[in-house]
């Protein structure tokens, strides 16, 4: 079956303790990218990636790492979380940079920092 | 920049009734694209409908329809026969052509659907 498979699905954490989210698709798509989703503003990006070893800043960046090592994985990388990190997070995925081509979208992951 | 506004943050439609869900968008660029997305309670992200700046008709996928207007910047979502399975929250989307940072969202329409 297709699809992005992130995890966890839920995670609590303290401020300060390193934490990384995974994103994986078996789609073959080049296009990848994170997204945090927090109530009224939508969804907004926080870091993409064209291909392998090829990424990029988003609209909100501060804060979070990433790398793309291999085609298919997509770590999100918080070195230091901070409780403004709070949020729900999406992988997501796209085969090309297309105009019509969609967004394909992991299940999210609900990050609380204490 | 471009800009996607959602000016309602929730509605009620009853159900078998149609609703009307808005959107407008700001850029300056000919070509973009117009997505939908639906989130049901469950979390998840699913795409609904999808428009071309310079597509001719406007799109229909089943029961969704967008209302594009082109000159009003304006793309809203049509949901037809209302169905309680259609209670979540919708996400406004624009995709400028070209551009590798994929989509920008709106802050979305909670949309209730009233037995």
């Known amino acids: 079956e297709a699809q992005v498979t992130q995890n966890p699905r839920y995670l609590i954490t303290v401020t300060g303790k390193k934490l990384t989210v995974t994103c994986s698709q078996n789609m073959n798509h080049e296009y990848m990218s994170w997204y945090r989703q927090d109530p009224g503003l939508g969804l907004r990006q926080i870091y993409y990636?064209?291909?392998?070893?090829?990424?990029d800043k988003g609209d909100v960046p501060e804060g979070y790492k990433v790398s793309r090592k291999e085609k298919r994985n997509f770590p999100l990388i918080l070195e230091s979380p901070s409780p403004n990190q709070t949020s729900l997070y999406f992988c997501?995925?796209?085969?090309?940079?297309?105009?019509?081509?969609?967004?394909?979208f992991g299940s999210g992951t609900q990050l609380s920092v204490l | 920049a471009q800009k996607i506004t959602q000016t309602q943050p929730g509605m009620f439609v009853q159900e078998k009734e149609a609703v009307t869900l808005d959107c407008t968008y700001d850029?300056?660029?000919?070509?973009?694209?117009l997505f939908w997305y639906k989130q049901p309670s469950s979390g998840e992200m699913i795409f609904l409908i999808y428009?071309?700046?310079?597509?001719?008709q406007n799109a229909t996928e089943g029961r969704y329809s967008l209302n594009f207007q082109k000159a009003r910047k304006s793309a809203n979502l049509v949901i037809s026969a209302s169905q309680l399975g259609d209670s979540a929250m919708y996400f406004c989307?624009?995709?400028?052509?070209?551009?590798?940072?994929?989509?920008?969202f709106g802050s979305g329409t909670q949309l209730t659907v009233l037995p």
């Open positions: 428009q071309g700046s310079y597509d001719q």
């Open positions: 850029t300056s660029d000919p070509s973009y694209g």
């Open positions: 990636s064209m291909n392998v070893e090829v990424t």
């Open positions: 997501a995925s796209s085969f090309s940079q297309g105009l019509g081509e969609k967004l394909f």
């Open positions: 989307a624009m995709k400028r052509s070209g551009s590798a940072r994929q989509l920008t």
